[in-house]
Nanobody, 123 residues
Framework: QVQLVESGGGLVQAGGSLRLSCTAS????????MGWFRQAPGKEREFVSR????????YYADSVKGRFTISRDNAKNLVYLEMNSLKPEDTAVYYC????????????????WGQGTQVTVSS
């Protein structure tokens, strides 16, 4: 059973930065595609970013490309989401997710989810 715990959310002004962390209780995160999703009030959950197995390939939603960076620390089984130039529209609960599927893309491809961490960006 994979357990994921997010941290690092909070309140920040527009233009500011936050770094989210996701701790995975697994032997190694290398065998998982690790993703970040978010859900704003009244909206559907949406894809933000993901790392391929082994962390070689990185993918981003168009809305965060150039502002967010996903990375991982394999030794610590940590996945990060560095968020810069934050905008009010980035306000959402951010979720870390893990999948054994190499082509994991949609939320339904991920079998393991964290509890989420709130990010609020004020204008």
């Amino acid at each position: 059973q994979v357990q994921l715990v997010e941290s690092g959310g909070g309140l920040v002004q527009a233009g500011g930065s936050l770094r989210l962390s996701c701790t995975a209780s697994v032997r190694t995160i290398n065998i998982y595609v690790m993703g970040w999703f978010r859900q704003a009030p009244g909206k559907e959950r949406e894809f933000v970013s993901r790392l391929s197995k082994g962390g070689v390939n990185k993918y981003y939603a168009d809305s965060v490309k150039g502002r967010f960076t996903i990375s991982r620390d394999n030794a610590k089984n940590l996945v990060y989401l560095e968020m810069n130039s934050l905008k009010p529209e980035d306000t959402a609960v951010y979720y870390c997710a893990a999948s054994r599927l190499s082509g994991a893309n949609r939320g339904s491809d991920y079998g393991y989810w964290g509890q989420g961490t709130q990010v609020t960006v004020s204008s």
